[in-house]
């Protein structure tokens, strides 16, 4: 089982970014396989749609630290450890910016990014960034073509209804050929859908310390899945998964190692990574909670 942890970025542990640096090369010595990032721009005072299906947004979001720069930390401070996303907000951004960062992102790493897209949940978020929020999906699908593009064709181009990327000269790739692995969150059908058609991994969630794991929280999506993508002449073996764990306050190293044990017994899942922004208060507790996270669990 691989087993990651998220990089400082939200909450307590945003206020000591200059500390971002060494939690990720002790977390790499400690055994971490991967280290995380994901994509928050607001925390609204009157949130029109809350976390999670709460009414209201977790306290840490209102410390937040840009997603890019922290993978450029962990990229140049770590030399074996993944670097993942999950998840950018893909519709945010241009496809041509975009590109541009994770390009450059994953050829400091020497080739370890992976590439984890979703939609957001936050009117809030899509007001600020000046996106219609309606045609989230239609826009991943379009940055997804247009990546492709950049990433594989020179010559690069891409036309649709909401991007758009002039004909390019796109000479510097990725250094993991032919690109970054692309996986995208979501359980909706159309988001299984979008998966099993063109992504090599799924993001799910789970909360330890809400309940105990439920193996059948993974594994029905991820059956659906694989079926849909053997319908689309896909290899359905070939779609991966990387399991976010996203611990309570009250949750423990134990709860916390029981889900991994369990993911592990009776589900495909052999990558996890633990969110530390509800556990710890500053980058040393963080690392002590992972440090005792990964003694437990191998």
Same mark, same amino acid.
């Given at each position: 089982?691989?087993?990651?942890?998220?990089?400082?970025?939200?909450?307590?542990?945003?206020?000591?970014?200059?500390?971002?640096?060494?939690?990720?090369?002790?977390?790499?010595?400690?055994?971490?396989?991967?280290?995380?990032?994901?994509?928050?721009?607001?925390?609204?005072?009157?949130?029109?749609?809350?976390?999670?299906?709460?009414?209201?947004?977790?306290?840490?979001?209102?410390?937040?630290?840009?997603?890019?720069?922290?993978?450029?930390?962990?990229?140049? %401070?770590? =030399?074996? &450890?993944?670097?993942?996303?999950?998840?950018?907000?893909?519709?945010? !951004?241009? *496809? /041509?910016? $975009?590109? @541009?960062?994770?390009?450059?992102?994953?050829?400091?790493?020497?080739?370890?990014?992976?590439?984890?897209?979703?939609?957001?949940?936050?009117?809030?978020?899509?007001?600020?960034?000046?996106?219609?929020?309606?045609?989230?999906?239609?826009?991943?699908?379009?940055?997804?073509?247009?990546?492709?593009?950049?990433?594989?064709?020179?010559?690069?181009?891409?036309?649709?209804?909401?991007?758009?990327?002039?004909?390019?000269?796109? %000479?510097? =790739?990725? &250094?993991?050929?032919?690109?970054?692995?692309?996986?995208?969150?979501? !359980?909706? *059908? /159309?988001? $299984?859908? @979008?998966?099993?058609?063109?992504?090599?991994?799924?993001?799910?969630?789970?909360?330890?310390?809400?309940?105990?794991?439920?193996?059948?929280?993974?594994?029905?999506?991820?059956?659906?899945?694989?079926?849909?993508?053997?319908?689309?002449?896909?290899?359905?073996?070939?779609?991966?998964?990387?399991?976010?764990?996203?611990?309570?306050?009250?949750?423990?190293?134990?709860?916390?190692?029981?889900?991994?044990?369990?993911?592990?017994?009776?589900?495909?899942?052999?990558?996890?990574?633990?969110?530390?922004?509800?556990?710890?208060?500053?980058?040393?507790?963080?690392?002590?909670?992972?440090?005792?996270?990964?003694?437990?669990?191998?």
């Amino acid at each position: 089982m691989l087993i990651g942890f998220s990089l400082p970025q939200f909450g307590a542990v945003a206020h000591q970014a200059e500390l971002v640096p060494e939690f990720a090369r002790r977390a790499e010595d400690l055994g971490a396989d991967s280290l995380w990032v994901g994509d928050r721009l607001l925390a609204p005072v009157r949130p029109i749609v809350g976390y999670a299906g709460a009414d209201t947004i977790p306290e840490g979001f209102n410390s937040r630290l840009d997603p890019f720069a922290l993978l450029t930390v962990a990229a140049t %401070a770590t =030399r074996r &450890a993944l670097i993942g996303t999950n998840v950018l907000n893909a519709p945010w !951004y241009p *496809p /041509a910016l $975009l590109e @541009r960062s994770l390009t450059t992102i994953d050829r400091l790493s020497g080739g370890r990014l992976l590439a984890g897209f979703g939609i957001g949940w936050s009117p809030e978020e899509y007001e600020a960034v000046g996106v219609p929020m309606a045609s989230r999906g239609a826009r991943l699908d379009e940055s997804l073509d247009a990546l492709e593009s950049l990433w594989t064709a020179d010559p690069a181009e891409f036309h649709g209804r909401h991007w758009s990327v002039p004909a390019t000269r796109a %000479a510097l =790739r990725p &250094a993991r050929t032919p690109r970054p692995p692309v996986y995208l969150g979501g !359980y909706a *059908p /159309a988001a $299984l859908d @979008r998966i099993a058609r063109r992504a090599d991994g799924w993001l799910p969630v789970t909360v330890p310390g809400a309940a105990p794991f439920d193996p059948a929280s993974v594994n029905g999506p991820l059956a659906r899945i694989r079926d849909l993508a053997a319908d689309h002449g896909r290899d359905p073996a070939a779609v991966d998964v990387v399991l976010r764990l996203n611990p309570q306050e009250s949750a423990t190293v134990d709860d916390v190692v029981a889900t991994i044990a369990r993911a592990g017994k009776e589900t495909d899942v052999d990558h996890v990574f633990v969110e530390l922004m509800y556990v710890a208060g500053d980058v040393e507790g963080a690392l002590d909670f992972a440090a005792r996270v990964l003694d437990r669990a191998r």
